[in-house]
């Protein structure tokens, strides 16, 4: 998780609030967490992941959300680079969006174009602006998306790095 991602997220915090259920989607700490931003003593925070490993509370598929949990139990769903390594993400967005509450919050964040492959287990997508708001976000309110762009990106109107971006469910 880059300190992008990082910053992201505090803005994210501040401009809903402290949430009081978090399901973070693909939770294994690899290189940071979104549990840093959002976990505290008051937060009920339970991180799922498809292996064992640091900020991992159960060993679950992203497909198989609706085994575990129910429909509209948390306030926030969170998936940070994770969905380029899921073969169906449209499948795990519909999940995610299931066990979200009615006026809760969706934050996901991907690479973009310019982030090479890296597989855990594998690689398949980079996504685009458009991606979050037609297909991750569509039908839900308060919007936003960013193609985040490095200084030193010389193609920032074609190849991002990064995208974030959030939604409330209507």
Same mark, same amino acid.
Request: negative net charge.
């Given at each position: 998780?880059?300190?992008? +991602?990082?910053?992201?997220?505090?803005?994210?915090?501040?401009?809903?609030?402290?949430?009081?259920?978090?399901?973070?989607?693909?939770?294994?700490?690899?290189?940071?967490?979104?549990?840093?931003?959002?976990?505290?003593?008051?937060?009920?925070?339970?991180? +799922?992941?498809?292996? #064992?490993?640091?900020?991992?509370?159960?060993?679950?598929? #992203?497909?198989?959300?609706?085994?575990?949990?129910?429909?509209?139990?948390?306030?926030?769903?969170?998936?940070?680079?994770?969905?380029?390594?899921?073969?169906?993400?449209?499948?795990?967005?519909?999940?995610?969006?299931?066990?979200?509450?009615?006026?809760?919050?969706?934050? +996901?964040?991907?690479? #973009?174009?310019?982030?090479?492959?890296?597989?855990?287990?594998?690689?398949?997508?980079?996504?685009?602006?458009?991606?979050?708001?037609?297909?991750?976000?569509?039908?839900?309110?308060?919007?936003?998306?960013?193609?985040?762009?490095?200084?030193?990106?010389?193609?920032?109107?074609?190849?991002?790095?990064? +995208?974030?971006?959030?939604?409330?469910?209507?």
């Amino acid at each position: 998780m880059t300190r992008h +991602i990082q910053t992201f997220l505090q803005q994210v915090k501040n401009h809903i609030g402290l949430p009081t259920r978090v399901l973070e989607v693909g939770s294994l700490n690899v290189n940071g967490t979104a549990r840093t931003v959002f976990q505290t003593p008051q937060t009920d925070y339970f991180g +799922i992941d498809l292996q #064992a490993g640091k900020d991992v509370d159960a060993v679950l598929d #992203a497909h198989d959300l609706m085994t575990k949990f129910s429909l509209e139990q948390f306030d926030l769903v969170i998936c940070c680079e994770m969905l380029e390594h899921d073969l169906m993400p449209w499948v795990t967005v519909q999940h995610m969006r299931t066990v979200l509450k009615h006026s809760g919050w969706l934050v +996901i964040t991907t690479p #973009a174009s310019r982030v090479i492959k890296h597989n855990y287990p594998a690689d398949y997508y980079r996504y685009f602006g458009e991606t979050y708001r037609q297909l991750f976000f569509a039908g839900m309110g308060d919007i936003f998306v960013e193609e985040f762009c490095l200084p030193d990106n010389p193609e920032k109107t074609l190849r991002p790095d990064e +995208i974030h971006g959030y939604a409330r469910k209507l």
